[in-house]
């Protein structure tokens, strides 16, 4: 799992379809890693985490390359995920940094490839050349009823905390089954690094169950040691990971 001349750091990926909690959830474990861990704690997402990468997230999900194809988008994921290695993912881990990722390499396998159509062999070409070396120590597949995620995001943009629905989110019913199937394949594929955490769950058990999968996977980072955060600690309800990078601590 470590590889050699990125690492020192531990690399944690959140997946999952829509609305299943992944931000919710990544606020939540990088308080109690900040607390418990000792190490500095980064929280970054995909598409995103750099400035470049940013504004390739920005094109993305207004579906400006959907007109281009599942490959088209892939590429360009692949893009923003090049330059957020190189300049944040990497160096945080050199420094010996905890990494905690909204949405990695997975999302490309099951978005454009099981659930867009692409080739499974060609993604995995791709990913080898993309991401190399730096692949997470532990993947965490929040998994639930595509119809309960899509209604849990629904609310939060009629709340008032998000913008228009985005381009994958807008896809048929059907287009979200494949996703969490193809979620639950990767995790069945490789269950030494990934983890499913049932994410129809309330917050606090989907919390309890994330920590307890840490503490089994990664024991170094001892997570499930102490009782609950206090409320506050947990941040605001809209406190994304994403475009703001320099809150490693
Ligand atoms: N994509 C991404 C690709 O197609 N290929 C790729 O390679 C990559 C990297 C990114 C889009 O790009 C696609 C996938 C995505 O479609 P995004 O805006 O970052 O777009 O979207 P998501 O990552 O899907 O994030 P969401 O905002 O949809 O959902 P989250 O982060 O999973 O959910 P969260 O935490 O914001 O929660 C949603 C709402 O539910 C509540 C929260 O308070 C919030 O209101 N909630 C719960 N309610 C009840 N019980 C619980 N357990 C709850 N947990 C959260």
């Not at 470049?52 to 997230?57: G, L, N, T």
């Not at 905690?100 to 999302?107: N, P, Q, T, V």
């Not at 594929?189 to 955490?197: L, M, Q, T, Y």
């Amino acid at each position: 799992m470590t590889a050699p001349g990125t690492r020192g750091g531990t690399f944690i990926t959140f997946e999952g379809g829509e609305g299943t909690g992944k931000s919710t959830q990544i606020r939540r474990l990088a308080a109690r890693l900040r607390l418990e861990s000792g190490r500095p704690v980064l929280t970054t997402r995909e598409p995103g985490g750099s400035a470049k990468a940013e504004r390739i997230r920005e094109a993305l999900l207004a579906g400006l390359a959907k007109p281009y194809g599942p490959f088209a988008e892939a590429l360009l994921f692949s893009a923003a995920r090049i330059d957020h290695l190189d300049t944040l993912i990497r160096p945080a881990l050199a420094r010996g940094e905890i990494v905690l990722c909204d949405r990695f390499a997975d999302s490309t396998r099951a978005y454009q490839g099981a659930a867009g159509g692409l080739d499974p062999a060609a993604l995995r070409a791709l990913e080898g050349v993309v991401v190399g070396p730096t692949r997470p120590d532990l993947t965490l597949i929040l998994d639930c009823d595509p119809e309960l995620g899509l209604a849990r995001a629904r609310a939060r943009r009629d709340a008032g905390s998000d913008g228009a629905v985005d381009r994958f989110e807008a896809e048929a019913l059907a287009f979200h089954a494949r996703l969490r199937n193809a979620f639950l394949a990767i995790a069945a594929e490789e269950p030494g690094r990934c983890a499913i955490v049932d994410a129809a769950l309330p917050a606090d058990a989907v919390e309890a169950a994330i920590r307890a999968a840490v503490a089994e996977r990664l024991p170094g980072l001892r997570p499930a040691q102490a009782g609950l955060l206090p409320a506050q600690a947990h941040g605001r309800s809209d406190d994304r990971p994403g475009t703001e990078h320099g809150d490693a601590a």
